[in-house]
């Protein structure tokens, strides 16, 4: 009898301590990441890994300065997180696979929606004060960010690279951008998600498209840019506001300041007239040499004020 008490008291110490164990990150204390190895994690997927499914409070990883490559998931069963870096410029999340990367397994080329450096499958999900890149040379689509989770949230991020840096992935879904900064080639904004982006700099980097969206016709909103910048390299003189990736694309500029390089037309119909009758494209408001609208195309529109007064009050979630 004595020998069974003792058991049963070694094996409730064993599982207590194991449950403690279990549940150290079960909390809504910060997790810190350094890269030079003075937190308790060197890489940004080792924070991840550690946090509890469907969490109800709110987890932040703080990640210190450093370049941290990484190709990253946060799985759908996680909510409710935060990634903020020390400095935005400063802390780097890179990677640098193509859509042309042939897969060892197929021997196959990768394909676009396999190259992201970031993928984004939680909701509630919020990054702060850090940059996502991807910095593969100039051989393909190549995603720095990339999304099918809901009420998606980035402050002071910047997201660098060439064709197709940001891939708002999901019908339905809603993201907000706010004071970020977004460059890149061709398409480099691209999908079907309800995005507002709110006081971005959009910096092109070829004589190209900057958006590409592919809203589904029963989708009221796609793209809403608002008091955004539109810049571009030096020598870049000839780039679209958008062209359709979907026929119902729909993409607004509102109260933007839009550079030179905006051509005169602003839109295009990539290379279909059909798209013509269904792509819902239009601005509002904006300033700058690009935002003459003599030029425009016949098939989009200047919204009147009381439409883009109801279009604000569409922000958020």
């Known amino acids: 009898m004595r020998n069974i008490l003792l058991l049963t008291a070694l094996l409730l110490l064993l599982s207590s301590s194991a449950a403690q164990a279990a549940s150290k990150y079960d909390n809504p204390d910060t997790i810190f990441v350094a890269r030079d190895g003075t937190a308790e994690f060197r890489n940004v997927a080792e924070a991840i890994e550690v946090c509890r499914a469907f969490m109800e409070y709110h987890k932040v990883i703080f990640v210190k300065k450093g370049i941290y490559k ?11 997180i935060e990634i903020c870096g020390e400095d935005r410029d400063q802390t780097v999340i890179t990677y640098d696979d193509h859509a042309n990367i042939l897969m060892p397994e197929t021997g196959k080329p990768m394909g676009t929606f396999r190259t ?37 949230t980035f402050v002071n991020c910047r997201f660098l690279g060439n064709q197709d840096t940001v891939f708002t992935g999901k019908a339905g879904t809603r993201l907000l951008f706010s004071g970020c900064y977004i460059e890149g080639t061709t398409d480099f904004i691209f999908g079907p998600s309800t995005a507002w982006f709110e006081d971005c700099t959009i910096c092109s980097k070829a004589d190209s498209y900057i958006t590409a969206a592919s809203t589904p016709s029963d989708q009221q909103i796609g793209y809403v840019f608002s008091n955004c910048r539109l810049t571009a390299a030096e020598g870049i003189t000839k780039v679209y506001l958008g062209r359709p990736w979907r026929p119902y694309a729909h993409t607004v500029f509102m109260n933007c300041h839009l550079g030179s390089h905006i051509r005169p037309e602003g839109w295009e119909n990539w290379r ?14 904006n300033s700058g040499d690009g935002a003459k609208t003599e030029q425009r195309v016949g098939w989009s529109r200047q919204l009147t004020k009381k439409e883009a007064s109801e279009l604000n009050k569409q922000r958020g979630f």
């Open 272 to 285: 279909n007239p059909a798209n013509e009758k269904t792509a819902r494209y239009a601005e509002y408001g």
């Open 116 to 152: 992201y450096t970031l993928k984004i499958d939680g909701n509630g999900i919020t990054l702060k004060n850090i940059t996502i890149e991807n910095n593969a040379a100039r051989l393909g689509q190549a995603v720095a960010l990339h999304t099918t989770g809901d009420r998606l």
């Open 70 to 80: 990484e190709k990253l998931i946060i799985p759908s069963w996680l909510d409710n």
